[in-house]
């Protein structure tokens, strides 16, 4: 069982869709992020929480909603995207005052906008 | 601006064979990670280096750290075909994580 679990793994979805990302860490981590990686670009830091509060927003579009409930659960909320969307939408977690602030990825979850 | 730079972007190299994969980076640091990400999956957590001078090595990999040159490198003893994957740099600098490009590698029989 991996420590950062997401659902769905595969998603395919119409530009006027709604759809939405979840995450889970069983790390007892207190950071949560969302990276985008696509073939064009290296990984995108989009979205930092920190005790559930949004510390980084990284100039994402707004059509690009997170949500973090609490340190355990992080979600990602999909509305009007475009194609150029299309990309691995990588979740994960830290624990940044253990010394080290290794990031521990999930498996992530693949986004096709059509 | 914290800018992490990995050479080569691409490499293609022969069972047995050495090579180093290089990571420059642009601002004072002395944290710096490794991850390797092999093709559909996740990244995975190599190795930490957290200070000048750090060396760290696991079977056929090592990964060294220079602060003062701003340089990391991963070098690979003796290629084997299951270390063909992506591999990442990320440099640490207070708040900020930054990754490289990723290293795409390929160790063909």
């Not at chain 1, 509060?53 to 059509?63: D, F, K």
């Not at chain 1, 977690?93 to 096709?112: A, C, H, K, M, V």
């Not at chain 2, 290293?103 to 029989?109: Q, Y």
């Amino acid at each position: 069982e991996t420590g950062v679990t997401q659902t769905p793994r595969h998603l395919v979805m119409g530009m006027t869709n709604k759809k939405s990302l979840k995450c889970e860490q069983h790390l007892g981590h207190n950071a949560m992020y969302w990276y985008k990686q696509s073939a064009k670009k290296p990984l995108e830091l989009m979205f930092v929480y920190n005790f559930k509060e949004q510390t980084e927003n990284n100039s994402v579009p707004s059509r690009f909603s997170p949500e973090c409930p609490n340190s355990s659960h992080l979600f990602l909320h999909l509305h009007t995207l475009q194609p150029e969307d299309s990309a691995l939408y990588l979740c994960a977690s830290s624990q940044p005052d253990r010394g080290t602030n290794t990031i521990y990825f999930g498996e992530g979850s693949w986004l096709t906008v059509v | 601006e914290l800018k992490v730079e990995q050479n080569p972007l691409f490499l293609s190299m022969q069972e047995g064979k050495n090579y180093t994969i290089y990571c420059n980076y642009s601002t004072t640091s002395d944290r710096l990670y490794w991850y390797r990400q092999d093709p559909g999956k996740s990244l995975e957590s190599l190795f930490v280096l957290l200070s000048n001078g750090a060396v760290k090595q696991e079977g056929r990999l090592m990964a060294s750290l220079d602060t003062k040159a701003r340089l990391s490198t991963l070098h690979i003893t003796a290629a084997v075909h299951d270390l063909s994957a992506t591999y990442f740099c990320a440099v640490e600098v207070e708040d900020d994580m930054r990754f490289g490009a990723g290293t795409r590698l390929t160790v063909k029989p």
